[in-house]
């Protein structure tokens, strides 16, 4: 069966971002719960766990980084040769077998950019490149030209996924880019592997994107910050959580400014320009955080309206954040309103 990216199949099993913080982290932590940090993808790591058996922090950090070297193989694109980065340089019309992994992100990749509408695509580097928010930065608006060119070389629609095979085709010579959901994966794949280990109770988090299980250290849910974008404003909106993912996507530091115009940093796949509306930042919980850092991304660049309306069809548990003329307003969808630790 071939798949011309398009589908609805879930393959986890379970940015400028709204700042997350583990609000018991002030407590002492019990001496049967372990710390771990670090960096992976360019960003840290901050994982709290009930100990699954006799290991050490050392032993268990050494087991973990080697698994996130080898995810990093697999998804990154600074590596020249991992994976991914080897699909981007194949010609297009040509059939390329994939890992498991890749493929399931891939797959959920596509589902992501089909339930929003093309809001999300993981071909939309070309266009993040042209306005200088890529690996070189500038600043400057470029022109219509320029835009409608990029254009050409986005597009999920134009991945093909053999769901039997296992195989990637793109019709076109496009450059895949798993940044807005590969942390969220990354996630995933440490919970995991931690439940297989046998630990139940555990909070990952990188880069901001999170998932957590069980109990906290201090033998109740999860209590997770979300800090308010207002850097002159010291507050932060308190959520309980237990058995679930959280990912937050925000454009509300990373912009330049031209002629008085503002340029966000989050472009629109579809039209190849920046969004304009005025939400800040979008929380999304799922059991599948791969799921959550994708629509969070897809959800900033649809805006407000248009979010709300999907998430209570989806009934996704959403957290907006938008720019007001006072300052920031925020909102929520039904299925959120169980998770404010002021609703508890």
Not at 218 to 244: F, Y
């Amino acid at each position: 069966m071939t798949l011309v990216a398009k589908i609805i199949y879930r393959p986890i099993k379970a940015a400028l971002v709204l700042l997350l913080c583990v609000l018991s982290a002030c407590s002492p932590t019990p001496p049967e719960f372990l710390q771990l940090s670090g960096m992976t993808m360019g960003t840290t790591y901050h994982i709290t766990l009930r100990n699954p058996g006799e290991w050490t922090e050392q032993s268990l950090k050494a087991a973990l980084d080697e698994r996130l070297m080898a995810f990093n193989q697999i998804a990154s694109t600074y590596i020249s040769d991992s994976e991914l980065s080897q699909i981007n340089t194949m010609p297009a019309d040509e059939w390329h077998q994939l890992t498991p992994m890749l493929f399931d992100i891939l797959v959920l990749a596509v589902e992501v950019s089909w339930l929003s509408n093309g809001a999300f695509d993981v071909t939309v580097g070309p266009l993040v490149d042209l306005w200088g928010f890529g690996p070189d930065r500038h600043d400057g608006r470029p022109d219509e030209g320029a835009i409608n060119k990029a254009l050409q070389d986005v597009g999920f629609d134009r991945i093909e996924l053999d769901l039997a095979e296992h195989k990637i085709k793109k019709t076109a010579p496009l450059r895949i880019d798993l940044s807005a959901i590969a942390k969220g994966y990354g996630v995933d794949a440490v919970a995991l592997w931690l439940e297989s280990l046998g630990s139940a109770d555990y909070l990952v988090e990188i880069g901001g994107e999170m998932r957590v299980a069980g109990l906290s250290p201090r033998g109740d849910s999860w209590r997770i910050g979300l800090e308010s974008p207002d850097l002159n404003v010291d507050k932060t909106t308190p959520i309980l959580l237990a058995n679930i993912g959280v990912a937050t996507s925000g454009d509300y530091r990373n912009y330049f400014e031209e002629n008085g115009v503002r340029y966000s940093h989050t472009i629109d796949p579809r039209t190849g320009r920046p969004i304009t509306h005025n939400l800040a930042s979008v929380t999304v919980l799922d059991p599948s955080c791969a799921f959550a850092d994708a629509m969070a991304t897809a959800f900033l660049v649809l805006g407000g309206e248009k979010t709300m309306q999907l998430a209570e069809q989806l009934a996704i548990p959403v957290y907006l954040v938008e720019k007001t003329d006072d300052g920031f307003s925020s909102r929520y969808s039904s299925s959120f309103g169980p998770y404010l630790e002021e609703e508890n």
